[in-house]
């Protein structure tokens, strides 16, 4: 059953579903990504719980006026409104008082979820109400989803998605360089409300998929697990989308094949293993590598120290040291050098006699750090060979000098 679920063959409705809630995924990550990056990811989370007024209010406004109060257009359309209402407070919030946009997010959110949760106790006494399934919507669930309700899903996730690469080139250069944005004609201004519409739209889209309390982890955790892969904005946007895809894609075949189990959470746990794994196993910023790296390099210094102090004759006193030395054959058991050993010192001495003259000349540039422990370097590999010869001729006339 797990296959055929994974290879879209469980059904027309459950297919429509995945593809859905793979687009979703997709657009959360790109959406998400631009939060994350332009520092803005926590207004997700205000854009969520804002929607849940709107929900509670398009039931009754539809009851009311005798419409199909279970229609999901309906629902989403009142869900909509009532997130730009919220995102429309939290701008007003920020711009006209002394609040941050963190004070004012904590706010709208606060306020407009607890507005919603007083409408659904109110929908639950309505007769009919308790069937209405809203609550469906805090944590999502594609169980018994109607196909027209899927395949709105599916076409506005395409949609969405089809927006942001349309707009993709704007939005990254307003979002990573703004001032040369706007001398290019662009309105910063304008593709903030279009990435914020964009996460707007994601999340309402979201709401019956993944919940509302949890969307905002659809849209940041994919972004943040690319973080962990490049650093290149292209590459993370990329990286982003393919993992929000996949969540959305292996939590609903999941949520296909266990209707018990809710969507949201288990489309979000597949993320957070997706960020697990980034986290571990990435190349330059997962632990491991960090960890490789640092034992590279603490092997780098304990041998640079080691035959620095060889090649001046003084004794190594760092077991440490001592051991990497002989393990390599630079040293013999008693602490004496071979001739390899010796070989190697001189070269080392040399190269970081060569750092430090480099280091002087370019002194007042910015071609090094100051932090730069130049001596674990191989200048060999780092500079021209024209360069080299440059310091050698320094240090040359340097030694005839003390002579």
Request: with cysteine.
């Amino acid at each position: 059953m797990l296959w055929s679920a994974l290879s879209l063959s469980l059904g027309y409705n459950a297919t429509l579903v995945t593809l859905g809630s793979s687009l979703l995924g997709a657009a959360a990550g790109m959406a998400g990504t631009f939060l994350y990056l332009s520092k803005k990811a926590l207004i997700s989370d205000a854009i969520s719980h804002a929607t849940l007024p709107g929900l509670g209010l398009a039931f009754l406004m539809a009851r009311g006026f005798g419409w199909d109060e279970r229609q999901l257009a309906i629902l989403l359309t009142g869900s909509a409104a009532s997130a730009a209402l919220g995102l429309y407070f939290v701008t007003l919030l920020t711009q006209k008082t002394r609040l941050t946009q963190d004070t004012a997010i904590g706010c709208v959110l606060s306020v407009f979820f607890a507005f919603g949760v007083v409408l659904l106790t109110i929908i639950q006494t309505v007769p009919g109400g308790r069937k209405a399934g809203l609550e469906s919507f805090l944590l999502g669930s594609t169980a018994g989803m109607l196909y027209s309700d899927a395949l709105l899903i599916l076409i506005l996730s395409l949609f969405t998605t089809l927006l942001l690469l349309v707009f993709l080139r704007p939005i990254k250069l307003i979002t990573f360089d703004a001032s040369y944005g706007e001398t290019l004609g662009l309105s910063s201004r304008g593709v903030e409300i279009l990435v914020l519409f964009v996460a707007l739209a994601v999340t309402v889209l979201g709401m019956k998929i993944v919940g509302l309390i949890l969307i905002v982890a659809l849209l940041i955790i994919p972004a943040v697990s690319a973080r962990f892969w490049s650093e290149k904005a292209d590459v993370i946007l990329l990286i982003s989308a393919g993992f929000g895809a996949i969540s959305g894609y292996i939590g609903s075949t999941i949520s296909a094949i266990s209707p018990s189990l809710p969507t949201g959470p288990i489309i979000v746990l597949c993320s957070f293993g997706v960020f697990l794994t980034s986290f571990i196993f990435a190349p330059k910023r997962g632990i491991l590598a960090v960890a490789l790296n640092h034992h590279r390099f603490q092997k780098t210094v304990h041998l640079t120290q080691g035959l620095l102090l060889v090649a001046q004759g003084q004794s190594i006193y760092e077991p440490k040291t001592h051991r990497l030395l002989r393990r390599l054959g630079y040293v013999r058991a008693d602490g004496v050098a071979t001739e390899v050993g010796n070989s190697m010192a001189a070269k080392t001495l040399l190269n970081e006699r060569r750092w430090s003259h480099w280091k002087k000349l370019v002194r007042d540039s910015d071609q090094f750090d100051d932090q730069t422990v130049f001596s674990l370097m191989d200048i060999e590999k780092k500079l021209t060979q024209d360069q080299i010869n440059m310091i050698d001729q320094g240090l040359a006339q340097k030694q005839q000098g003390q002579v």
